[in-house]
Structure formats: C-alpha cells, structure tokens
C-alpha cells in the first residue's frame, strides 16, 4: 500500500507565497511521475505542476512564471513553491503520485487527501 502525506496549505494574503510538500510512503519500488492538482469548488481537478523522475517540469499556463515544483527523489518527496498567489488559486491541492508498488507490478496511480490553500484579504 502507498500513501501520500500532502502538508503546507493555509490561509494567505493575495501576492503571499505557501509552500506545499507531499511525502510518498508505504510499499514503493520506483516513482515516475510526481505532481500537484487543485479543484475549486464546483470545477473539476486539473493538474497544476508535474516533475517527472527526470526532473523534467510542466506547468498549467495559469501558474508559470509564479509555481515553482521541485523533488527529493531520496526522500519520495515533491514540493510546490507557490510565490504571488492570487484569489483565483483557491482550491484544494492535491498530490499524486505514479507509483510502482513491487518490481512485478505495474505503475499506479496513488492520490493524497488534499490540502486547502485559501489565498483572501
């Protein structure tokens, strides 16, 4: 079993900075592909930043110039560094993580509980 840790989120003031983390744990063989997505309410969930285990990034144009996603592959960590955030990033956060659990196994899709980031004066 694979879990994901998502921590970091909170209330801050437009052009404020946050910074989340998500920790992969449980029964892991390699991880590809780590990244982050938000659902506001009543929209879907869309992906936000991902890094794949090349460290190679991609950014919803929404947050480029502004998110940065970083990685500790050692520690099966991602992170988020959220710089000049706006009222319009208010959402739930979440982590996922494609994981394969056991050398004979195939990748999966693993999620985190979610995390709020509320950006309000």
């Known amino acids: 079993q694979v879990q994901l840790v998502e921590s970091g989120g909170g209330l801050v003031q437009p052009g404020g900075s946050l910074r989340l983390s998500c920790v992969a744990s449980g029964s892991i063989f390699s991880v590809n592909a780590m990244g982050w997505y938000r659902q506001a309410p009543g929209k879907q969930r869309d992906l936000v930043a991902i890094?794949?285990?090349?460290?190679?990034?991609h950014y919803a144009n929404s947050v480029k110039g502004r998110f940065t996603i970083s990685r500790d592959n050692a520690k099966n960590t991602v992170y988020l560094q959220m710089n000049s955030l706006k009222p319009e990033d208010t959402a739930v956060y979440y982590c996922k993580a494609i994981v394969r659990a056991t050398r004979w196994q195939h990748e999966d899709d693993y999620w985190g509980q979610g995390t709020q980031v509320t950006v309000s004066s």
């Open positions: 890094m794949t285990s090349g460290d190679s990034a």
